[in-house]
């Protein structure tokens, strides 16, 4: 193939954390391949796995990192009421989680239960939770293995920081009340496609014309792929499992290169 690899690609599909930046700053040159990402006519949209941040949320800090081009937010917190309605209809939720969480799942008509009343539960909900307690932990193993269907934003293992730390993720919480309870989770987030399909709708885009960039495969690349996106792995320390990506890059220089706009 001559000329850029990506030239023919009118869309591209962003991932957050640990992609476009790791904590509070971006990763290096990510800004400007954005903005010529975006002078160049294509499309853009961004998508996070993060369970405690609404779609607004990830908008502001887009716009303070002088990205002011993100119309096309996603996260879980959008679905997450639809798909336990979807699913189970108007459910009384045991949340274990961020505040966000729970008010996304209110909005959507559920009730939410307190750790204390997880009898009650028909649902349990479980994203990154920083005041997590062994009581409420056991609150969600115990209605889970009850029968309230599991449900989780995602399963990333780790939730990425500045200088190569990390937290533990979303996942890993989740995993926990799983194996505790003997069951296995309904994950709404990526790899699953709801949010791929939503990026998809907003930028008006066939899969075929449209890149996912991030730095999970498990997660961006293989969710991706199933639905017949380009994708760009977006691996710093060149360290990269063979044949799951379209391409894989180690800085955002190289990927505006290989988009035709650098």
């Known amino acids: 193939m001559s000329g850029p690899i990506l030239a023919g690609v009118r869309g591209f599909v962003f991932d957050l954390d640990g992609c476009l930046w790791s ?38 800090r887009l716009h303070a990192h002088g990205v002011t081009f993100a119309e096309h937010t996603l996260t879980p917190l959008e679905i997450i009421g639809g798909v336990i309605a979807g699913r189970f209809g108007p459910s009384r939720v045991l949340v274990i989680g961020a505040p966000e969480l729970g008010e996304a799942i209110a909005r959507a008509g559920h009730v939410i239960v307190e750790p204390k ?17 062994y009581e409420r932990l056991t609150a969600a193993a115990r209605a889970a293995a009850a029968g309230a ?13 500045e200088g190569g730390e990390f937290l533990p993720g979303c996942g890993a919480l989740a995993e926990a009340v799983a194996l505790a309870a003997g069951v296995r989770p309904i994950v709404v987030g990526k790899p699953e496609p709801p949010l791929f399909r939503i990026a998809l709708e907003r930028l008006g885009l066939e899969p075929t014309a449209t890149a996912m960039v991030g730095d999970s495969v498990p997660s961006d690349i293989r969710g991706a792929r199933a639905l017949g996106m380009r994708t760009v792995l ?28 650098a």
């Open 117 to 133: 009343d997880y009898r009650r539960a028909t649902v349990v909900a479980v994203g990154n939770d920083f005041d997590l307690t």
């Open 149 to 161: 269907p599991l449900v989780t934003p995602n399963v990333d293992p780790r939730l990425p920081l």
């Open 23 to 60: 904590g509070s700053a971006l990763n290096p040159g990510a800004g400007e391949a954005l903005a010529a990402l975006h002078g160049a006519g294509r499309g853009l949209a961004f998508l996070t796995n993060n369970s405690r941040a609404t779609a607004e949320d990830i908008r502001r």
């Open 234 to 261: 977006y691996a710093p320390d060149g360290e990269a499992p063979a044949g799951e990506a379209d391409l894989i890059v180690r800085s955002f220089p190289e990927l505006a290169r290989a988009a035709g706009v």
